[in-house]
């Protein structure tokens, strides 16, 4: 039997786990501070272990019920033990603290909440023909019937997905604008879509990448803007959240300057600063997101945007005109080295820095603010219940 230990809680992590310090930093899910509460370690490291919560013997004025029936176990969100509004400050705070370095008195920091919207994207295992998330850190498979997280759409295919035959594998669920939905299979076990095509808003079935019912993209839509999306492109998770990030854009851009957007993916924020800039060029590494950002920039009728497909940190030395605004939407590894060097090189007047890690955002801002100044701090609540924010800084040269 797991040992239980008994210990209080001082404060949250970056990952929203609660810090106790027993003879090891032990880092505890759903578990908040000013809390006492029994653990069992969950895994055990050099020099920390992690555990989860088994008993609340004191519990903090804060805590509230989880609404999900699968919360802590499942892998999937880390602060349903608080109340939405307490998940915005928890956020605000980590963000607050780790760019602390960077931001002062004079940084504008606005909050973006998210709406009870719901992902628009949910991927899915299946193990032993259970089909759900992993608990954190581990295969362990928690079988759900739906996730609050996502959209309606998306929890309506649930109960269709355990008719397939799926023994092992993945399933992946994309619902757009009008919830129409992408669903790509991946398994070597014999499946049975049939179930799935009484569905009447399915807009593709993709069956080890190969499309197998009707298309394998779908169109979505941001503003006023129309997008391909291929089962396989990237395309940001909260849609409601992706048109604040536009309306960001749209108040740092000149319709008289130029803008190079790196890491472009389908070519939504290139699309969208076309209209509000002079020229734009994007550059964007995916076979997959290039060849849907050629198709967008077609569908939304837009003639001053070039793309282009390569390595944005190496590409970008070779266009050959003026540029007076980068944006930037980087993986979370963020920006390499040379990427720094080249934008710092370019030495333009404004660079727009999107990030869903405040981690790498920390250590690219270190090289980028030797000319820069954070002007502007967003911080959008992307991924709702998860520990993770997305943050848009605005960086403008220094005089
Ligand atoms: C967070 S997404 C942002 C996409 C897009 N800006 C958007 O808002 O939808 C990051 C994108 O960077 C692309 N990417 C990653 N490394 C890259 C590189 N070295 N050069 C160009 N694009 C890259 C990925 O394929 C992905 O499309």
Partial sequence: ??????TSVKSLDYYGRGIADLPKKTF?????????????????????????????LKKSPKRVPSLCPYFPKCGGCDLRHLLYPDTIDYKINNIKSILKDYINDDTLINI?????????????????????????????????????????????VLPYLKSLNIIDGEVLIRSNYVNKLLIAIKTNNKVDITPLKSLTNVEGIILNDKTIYKNDYFNDKVDDYIFKVSYKSFFQVNSYINGKIFNILKSELDTEKNVLDLCSGVGTLSILASTFSKKVYAIEINKSNYLDSLENKRMNKVENVDFLLGDAFTLLNDIDDKIDT???????????????????????????????NPITLRRDLAHLT??????????????MYTYHAETVVVLERRK
């Fill in 112 to 156: 973006y909440k998210s709406k009870n919207y719901g992902r628009n994207k949910i991927t899915l295992k299946v193990s032993n023909k259970k089909i759900g998330f992993y608990e954190k850190s581990s295969h362990n498979l928690i079988e759900i019937n739906a996730c609050l997280n996502v959209k309606d759409s998306i929890n309506k």
């Fill in 326 to 356: 980068i944006i930037i939407d980087p993986p979370r590894s963020g920006i390499s080295k040379k990427g720094l060097q080249s934008i710092l090189d370019y030495n333009c007047e404004k660079v727009i820095y999107i990030s869903c």
């Fill in 1 to 6: 039997m797991e040992k239980k230990i008994k």
């Fill in 370 to 383: 030797k000319r820069y100044k954070l002007d502007k701090l967003f911080i959008l609540d992307m991924f």
């Fill in 28 to 56: 505890v899910r759903n578990s908040l501070p000013g809390e006492d509460i029994e653990l069992v370690i969950t895994k055990e490291h050099k020099s920390f272990d992690e555990g989860i919560t088994t008993k609340l």
